[in-house]
Antibody, heavy 121, light 106 residues
């Protein structure tokens, strides 16, 4: 069964750091670009950033550049999101997602179940 | 970043209705456009990729069209399980989602 399982969420204070993890199973993790997508409470989806199969390329949405870092460990089938300088507006459910593709077309599938990060004092 | 704009933000429809949701890109993205369905408390589910290709297992009442800057998701005959929020997403340059369209029961 294809599965992505996030962990590491919780309540943190503004300015603090937090690292999310995502463990993949049921597919060849090292063959996929991987992304983090978030959804603030009652709001829409926002792509956070992604990382190439070998970790050599990373891209981020402007709102998290310089604060968030995506990394991966293919030997552990794991994806990470290190978040620093957290703000109230970073409060969201964070999903990890594999980027399936054909030729140059990419889409998000599979998805994890999501993990809640709350930034509040 | 390429901004995506969906319309309408929400709509009310009845079972059996034909529903159309529009997505517009700020610049041309060719056909690098995907559509997702999300139900409350669940992760999104891919419906359409490359603007017009139906994902395996998705009912044929869902269809996508468009290229360049203007795209459409059509549900030909709305079913009870289709009440959800729908998102477009571009993969032409980085990634970005539209703001979503909530389809509610009339």
């Amino acid at each position: 069964e294809v599965q992505l399982v996030e962990s590491g969420g919780g309540l943190v204070q503004p300015g603090e750091s937090l690292t999310l993890s995502c463990v993949a199973s049921g597919f060849t993790f090292s063959n996929y670009w991987m992304s983090w997508v978030r959804q603030a409470p009652g709001k829409g989806l926002e792509w956070v950033g992604n990382i190439k199969q070998d970790g050599s390329q990373k891209y981020y949405v402007d709102s998290v550049k310089g604060r968030f870092t995506i990394s991966r460990d293919n030997a552990k089938n794991s994806l990470y999101l290190h978040m620093s300088g957290l703000r109230a507006e970073d409060t969201a459910i964070y999903y990890c997602a594999g980027e399936s593709h054909t030729s140059s077309w990419y889409w998000f599938d599979p998805w994890g179940q999501g993990i809640l990060v709350t930034v509040s004092s | 970043d390429i901004q995506m704009t969906q319309s309408p933000s929400s709509l009310s429809a009845s079972v059996g209705d034909r529903v159309t949701i529009t997505c517009r890109a700020r610049q041309s993205i060719s056909n690098y456009l995907n559509w997702y369905q999300q139900k409350p408390g669940k992760a999104p589910k891919l419906l359409i990729y490359a603007a017009t290709s139906l994902q395996s297992g998705v009912p044929s009442r869902f269809s996508g069209s468009g290229s360049g800057t203007d795209f459409t998701l059509t549900i030909s005959s709305l079913q009870p399980e289709d009440f959800a929020t729908y998102y477009c997403q571009q993969c032409y340059s980085a990634r970005a989602f539209g703001q979503g369209t909530k389809v509610e029961i009339k």
